[in-house]
C-alpha cells in the first residue's frame, strides 16, 4: 500500500467511524414512482421486455446491504441496485442469498446481477464479468479495549476468529496462517459462519477474538455499541468492489456500465455513499 492509500484509508476509517438474521431466500421489489420511470439507460432486451432486473445480495452486512426487522432490503447496495433499475426503466426485485453461493445463483440464472460488495480480484473476473462502483477495505473487530493486542493479521497466532464464508477476509487469514506456519507460529483458528451477523454474535459474546469484515460493516457495528467493539488496527486490503454478470448475458455489461457511468456523473453514486456513512469509498 502506497502512502497516498494508506492515508485515504485512514480518512476513511475516521468518517465511517462516526457514522451511524436474514431469511434464505427473500424476493421483494423495490418501490418505483408512481408513474413508472423512464429509462435513459436501454438496458438488454429481455430486462426491457421483463419489466424488472432481478438482484442476488447477501443481506447480513450493514450498512452496505441488510434486512429491516420488517423484511425491507435496504442499505447502500439497495439503494445503488434500485437507481440502476430505474435508469433502465424497469424495477428491481431483490434475492436474498448466503454469501458462498450469490456467484453460483448468477450462473444458474436465479438472477441478472450480483451486487453485494462483491471484490473485483482477478479469479472472479475468469468467472464473471464486472463493473467496479466504489472501493471497500479490511478490518479486524475485537471487544472493547482490544484486550488481547490485536493490531494486525500478524497479530493473530493463536487467536479464534469468526469469518463469513466465503469472503476475502477468510482467505486473508487462511493465507496468514500459511506464514504462521512457515514461521513454527501457531495458526489463527477460523470459526467460519454463514452469515456476518453470526460471526458478529460470536465476538460479542466472547466466543472470539477477533472478527473478520469489511471496514464498512465493521464501522457500522463499532458505531452501534461503541462500549462493546473496537478495532483491530487500521484497514487493510483496499480493493474495487463491483456489480457481477454472467459473461454470456448479451448486452448486460455494457448497460450496466452505462447505468453506473450516468450516476457517477449526475452524483447519485457519490450521495448515496455518503447517505450511508461511506463517502470515503467513492472512486476517484
Known sequence: ??????????????????AAPAAALLIAAAALPSTA?????TPPKRIAAAGKINFCSDMTSPPIEFLTPATKPEGSDIDIGNAIAQRFGVKAVWHNIPFKGLIPALLAKQCDAVISQLFDKPARRKVIDMVDYMDSSEALLVRAGN??????????????????NGTTIQSLIQ???????????????????????????????????????????????????????????????????????????????????????????????????KQWGIGGDALK
Open 37 to 41: 420511470a423512464a429509462a435513459t439507460v
Open 175 to 273: 493465507a496468514q496462517n500459511k506464514k504462521f506456519d512457515a514461521a513454527g507460529k501457531k495458526p489463527a483458528e477460523l470459526i467460519v459462519f454463514p452469515a456476518d451477523t453470526n460471526a458478529l454474535q460470536a465476538l460479542e459474546i466472547g466466543q472470539v477474538d477477533a472478527y473478520g469484515t469489511t471496514l464498512e460493516t465493521g464501522a457500522y457495528y463499532m458505531s452501534k455499541a461503541p462500549k462493546t467493539f473496537d478495532v483491530g488496527g487500521p484497514p487493510f486490503h483496499r480493493i474495487l468492489t463491483g456489480i457481477g454478470m454472467r459473461k454470456n448475458d448479451p448486452g448486460m455489461k455494457v448497460a450496466m456500465q452505462a447505468a453506473v457511468d450516468s450516476m457517477k456523473k449526475d452524483g447519485t453514486l457519490v450521495a448515496i455513499l
Open 1 to 18: 500500500m502506497t502512502p497516498k492509500e494508506a492515508a485515504r484509508d485512514a480518512r476513511s476509517w475516521s468518517l465511517l467511524a462516526l
Open 147 to 164: 484486550p488481547k493486542k490485536i493490531h494486525s493479521l500478524a497479530d493473530l497466532s493463536g487467536m479464534k476468529v469468526a469469518v463469513e
